[in-house]
T-cell receptor
Framework: ETGVTQSPTHLIKTRGQQVTLRCSSQ?????VSWYQQALGQGPQFIFQ???????GRGNFPPRFSGLQFPNYSSELNVNALELDDSALYLC????????????FGPGTRLLVL | EDKVVQSPLSLVVHEGDTVTLNCSYE??????LLWYKQEKKAPTFLFML????IEKKSGRLSSILDKKELFSILNITATQTGDSAIYLC???????????FGKGTHLIIQP
């Protein structure tokens, strides 16, 4: 059984650029949630994808968008990057809409200069 | 809006001490409260609590929930340097809003 994987591990971008982060869910899981964790803060829910459809969204602007593919892997896209987007981006997978049993990936550390 | 407040935000103790971490919450249609340990990047699951007054234990760690007063505590006895980490508390409400986390408690265990 493979765990949740994310790529890349680290990324440096400049303001205004666009970025795509990737997540492969744990085997057998069909739900992926994305979180943003700024330094010194807890993770904040961005959105959740279930069976390729967005199932819920936190308080993030539309320039944060996502996709889920038929194999249940997922992408997080952020357009028009701002300095405050610098954070650790975590994805978590689960089976069905069982939020309680999410397994987190190692995250992607994004730095926006 | 769901809210989770953890205290203290940071704590430094010596190896062998016992620590108590606090988590208070406000959530619509409470379903569960979870504790995670975050050492480097990925939070790892510790406990899930759904019922008041029932202590969950795993080795030196234990946790309990009070749904009337809307808080939970995480206890770690006989602390070891490997317990140094950020401990996150999160709640699950009735909507499809994922987990709502607190800011975490940064615990440092000194040898």
């Amino acid at each position: 059984e493979t765990g949740v994987t994310q790529s890349p591990t680290h990324l440096i971008k400049t303001r205004g650029q666009q970025v795509t982060l990737r997540c492969s869910s744990q085997s057998g899981h069909n739900t992926v949630s994305w979180y943003q964790q700024a330094l010194g803060q807890g993770p904040q829910f961005i959105f959740q994808y279930y069976r390729e459809e967005e199932n819920g969204r936190g308080n993030f602007p539309p320039r944060f968008s996502g996709l889920q593919f038929p194999n249940y892997s997922s992408e997080l896209n952020v357009n028009a990057l701002e300095l405050d987007d610098s954070a650790l981006y975590l994805c978590a997978s689960s089976s069905g809409l069982n939020t309680e049993t999410q397994y987190f990936g190692p995250g992607t550390r994004l730095l926006v200069l | 809006e769901d809210k989770v407040v953890q205290s203290p935000l940071s704590l430094v103790v010596h190896e062998g001490d016992t620590v108590t971490l606090n988590c208070s919450y406000e959530v619509t249609n409470f379903r569960s409260l979870l504790w995670y340990k975050q050492e480097k990047k990925a939070p790892t699951f510790l406990f899930m609590l759904t019922s008041s007054g029932i202590e969950k234990k795993s080795g030196r760690l234990s946790s309990i929930l009070d749904k009337k007063e809307l808080f939970s505590i995480l206890n770690i006895t006989a602390t070891q340097t490997g317990d140094s980490a950020i401990y996150l508390c999160a709640v699950v409400g009735g909507g499809a809003d994922g987990l709502t986390f607190g800011k975490g408690t940064h615990l440092i265990i000194q040898p």
